[in-house]
Each structure stands twice: as structure tokens, then as C-alpha cells.
């Protein structure tokens, strides 16, 4: 149904939104933006670089544009003034008035005076690669806090870029120094963007105060689930990976996929269990991306957080991507921000075997330690990766080997559903229970059963 209502409105492409007739403005159609991206090769080989472009071309697509064009600048690094250095800029607007672009894309993030400066050369709007990802995820945020956080941070990335619109929005001014403006002429002391930015910083600190409340509501009930003792296993990995695709095979949780970039930001928690009945929790998180907006994993900090408590963690990775070690570095250095995540231990998930070259999944198995290959479509590998889930979950500590009454056959439900049974037997006096169990389960049939020795 999600996907249904996403795709309800399509932009048209070459369909324009600027009518003659003004009465034909109930015909009118959306109009994909046509843009011109352009990219700065600093490092490494033209395959990434080919590669960092071709992403950014996925991203402006999930985002509603058509993209005409693509440039690449080798250079040692990005110029300070237009990012592309001042020929280059006139070439790209040239590029841009023959094919009739309307935006210019540059795949790295721009400084504001590097926006301007660009602007002015080329005579269309200019955004960064941030800008682009924060826009997706407004398009894509569903939940309560998935809005307020995208909202967070998209004022995080506007505050230092905010520009005036000439003087006669100052007013500021006064006197024969103000250019003889003198009496009646002053203004309140503040320009139009000052008090901008200050309405900007209320607006952030109480969308952080809104965070908080809910983080409090996430960690009640991440705290309900510890105080019940039950192992966690999180889903990371970079974006269009399959990692939705994975939870839907796994738990059957019906959450939304899609084809794009981001297609899915809000996490979802479903408990699932393993193959000899032990139950755990899944939590699918948001998708990484290389150079992922620093204001993004702030925001979304209570979102990561998820990743930070988990026993397991699942990173999945697209086995049909041209580079997907790339992608396997770039999640590890977003996961790195995360404060604890370092320790977690972590199973390598080759998705979409089904479409990937052999060679590459052998190459990939081959360098990373634990691996298992896995399609989330057809189902292929899944068996082999719930055992190994079920071997890496933590162990329970306390062994018992306990008589417990009929009447308290909660308890051992508890132990197939919390714990590790390995046999039970019923006898005329109760259930003689033998399983490897957590302290809390433990303590409670202390009090309640009788060690199988005294009966």
C-alpha cells in the first residue's frame, strides 16, 4: 500500500509546468527537473570515479529529476572558489544552456561561498551531494520522528547557507552614514537574514527537544526487551542492498521495498526465531551511502542507536554492485560514529546472489571472515544463515536441571521461547526440565521448582 501511494503522483518528463493559457492550469503536469552533474576525481582509480557518478545518477533519480549530462574533473583537489576551477565552470555552463538544464548536481559537499560563486557562473540552481541525499530522505520519512529528524538536519545543513536577497531586505540603516536615509528611515536593528537564522536555531532546538522525548519513548522499550533478556540482531548495510528485502524473508514483516536509493528511512523491530525455537528481535535500520551527511547521523543518532545495542549485527551487502567492497568500507566508517558498535560481533550478508557474478561472491567470501551468501528473493542461503545467526547469538549462562509443577507451565514455555532447552521429561509430580537459561529466568524457578536431585 506504501508503494502504492508513492507511486500515485509520477512526474512526466519533457511535460512543462509554464502554461500560455492560464485557464489550462487544471491540465498541467509535473516536470522532472533536468540536471547536469559533475563530479571531482581526487583520488583513486576512473573506475571509482565512474562509479561515485553513477550513484550520484541513482540518487538524483530516486530525488525526480532527468539526468542529461555528467562531468568529471581530474584534479588534486577541489578548487576553493567554484569547485571545478573557473574553465571548467564555464565549460559546464555552457553544457548546461545547450541541453536546457535547469539544476547542476556536484557529487561532494560544497561550501557556501563554492555554491555561490558556482551559481553565478552557470545560471542555475546549484545543490551538493548532501543536499540531494537530505532531500530524498524528506521525500521518503514516514514516521513522527523520521520527519522531525530529516527537518533537523536539513536546518543543520541551511544555517550557514543562508543568503540575503539584496539590500532592501536589510534594515539596518540610518543617517547621513546609512546614505542619507536619515529620520523615519531607520530600521529595528536587525536584517531580514539574522532574524532568519534566529528563527532557524528555535526551530532546531525544539525539534531536539521533540527527538528526546521520543528517544525516551525507543529506549523504554529497547529496556522492556533487555529486561526480558532477549537477544538483539541488527540490520546495517548500504542502501538498495536488500536489507528490507531480508527482514520481510526472515519475518515475514511486509515493510515496503523498492528499487531506489533510501527507499525505506523508519527502523522496524520484528522478533523472529531461530531454528531449535529461540527468540530474538530484527531491526531493519536506515541505508548508508559513502560520504553520508555528518548532519544525518546526527539526527538520526536515536535511529543508530539500534545498531549500538544489538548482540549481532547483519551487514548486508549488494553482491550485484560493480564495487561492493567499497560499500562494505564505507557502512564499517559510518559504523565507526556509532559508540559501542566497534565490539558487536558481525555476520557479512552477500545479498542478491542470484544476480551476481561467482567470481565476485568467492572474492568477497574469501575476504571477510564470517560470510554467507544469501538471496533474499528467492529464498537461497536463508536456512544457511538463521544457523549461523543461531550459533553467534550470545549463550545463556546458568544450566538447570529442575522439576517444575504443572501448574507453572509458564515458566517452561519461558525457557523454549528466553532460553536453550535440551530435553524435557513429564513425570507425575511436573515437568523435569533440563535447559541452559539467563539469571532472571533462573532465579524465578529457583523459587519456584526443585532441583531434580532432591525429588
Known amino acids: ?20 493559457d492560464v485557464t489550462e492550469v487544471e491540465y498541467r503536469q509535473l516536470r522532472l527537473e533536468r540536471v547536469v552533474l559533475v563530479g571531482v576525481w581526487t583520488s583513486g582509480t576512473a573506475t571509482d570515479a565512474e562509479n561515485s557518478l553513477l550513484e550520484l545518477k541513482l540518487l538524483a533519480e530516486t530525488a525526480g529529476s532527468q539526468v542529461l549530462e555528467g562531468l568529471i574533473q581530474r584534479r588534486q583537489k577541489p578548487d576553493t572558489a567554484t ?29 557556501p561561498g563554492q555554491l555561490r560563486q558556482l551559481e553565478e557562473v552557470v545560471k542555475v540552481k546549484v545543490i551538493d551531494r548532501t543536499m540531494l541525499i537530505l532531500d530524498i530522505f524528506a521525500q521518503h520519512a514516514k514516521s513522527r520522528e523520521g520527519k522531525a529528524q530529516v527537518e533537523l538536519a536539513q536546518l543543520n545543513y541551511l544555517l550557514p547557507r543562508l543568503r540575503g536577497w539584496g539590500g532592501n531586505l536589510s534594515r539596518q540603516v540610518g543617517g547621513r552614514a546609512a546614505g542619507g536615509v536619515g529620520i523615519g528611515g531607520r530600521g529595528p536593528g536587525e536584517t531580514k537574514i539574522e532574524l532568519d537564522r534566529r528563527r532557524i536555531r528555535e526551530r532546531m532546538a525544539k525539534l531536539r527537544r521533540q527527538i528526546g522525548g521520543m528517544t525516551t519513548a525507543r529506549e523504554t522499550m529497547r529496556a522492556r526487551r533487555q529486561q526480558r533478556e532477549i537477544p538483539a540482531v541488527a540490520i546495517a ?3 538498495n542492498a536488500g536489507k528490507s528485502s531480508l527482514l520481510n524473508r526472515l519475518t515475514g514483516a511486509g515493510v515496503l521495498v523498492e528499487d531506489a536509493l533510501f527507499a525505506t528511512l523508519d527502523p ?21 551511502v559513502r560520504h553520508l551527511p555528518h548532519q544525518l547521523v546526527e539526527a538520526f543518532r ?5 545498531v549500538a545495542d544489538a548482540d549481532l549485527i547483519l551487514h548486508v551487502v549488494d553482491g550485484s554492485h560493480p564495487d561492493p567492497a567499497a560499500q562494505i568500507a564505507a557502512v564499517r566508517e559510518v559504523l565507526s560514529e556509532i559508540e559501542g558498535a566497534r565490539d558487536i560481533p558481525e555476520i557479512v550478508v552477500v545479498n542478491k546472489s542470484d544476480a551476481a557474478d561467482p567470481v565476485v561472491l568467492a572474492q568477497l567470501a574469501a575476504q571477510e571472515k564470517r560470510t554467507v551468501v544469501v538471496s533474499a528473493r528467492t529464498g537461497a542461503g536463508v536456512d544457511e544463515l538463521m544457523a549461523v545467526i543461531e550459533r553467534e547469538l550470545p549463550r545463556f549462562d546458568q544450566e538447570v536441571r529442575m522439576l517444575v509443577p504443572y501448574q507453572r507451565g509458564d515458566l517452561v514455555s519461558r525457557a523454549h521461547q528466553e532460553g536453550e532447552v535440551i530435553d524435557v521429561e513429564h513425570t507425575e509430580e511436573g515437568t523435569i526440565l533440563h535447559a541452559r537459561v539467563r539469571r532472571s529466568l533462573f532465579a524465578e524457578l529457583e523459587r519456584t521448582a526443585k532441583p531434580v536431585e532432591t525429588v
Open 237 to 239: 548495510g548500504y542502501t
Open 302 to 306: 536515536s535511529t543508530l542507536e539500534e
Open 268 to 288: 522496524t523491530v520484528r522478533k523472529a526465531h531461530t531454528p531449535d525455537g529461540r527468540l530474538f528481535t530484527l531491526a531493519d535500520t536506515v541505508g548508508f
Open 83 to 111: 569547485y571545478i576551477g573557473s574553465g571548467k565552470a564555464q565549460e559546464l555552463a555552457d553544457i548546461v544552456a545547450a541541453t536546457g538544464a535547469d539544476t547542476v548536481i556536484c557529487d561532494g559537499e560544497l561550501s
Open 1 to 20: 500500500m506504501e508503494l502504492a501511494e508513492r507511486q500515485a503522483l509520477r512526474r512526466v518528463a519533457g511535460l512543462s509546468t509554464e502554461l500560455e
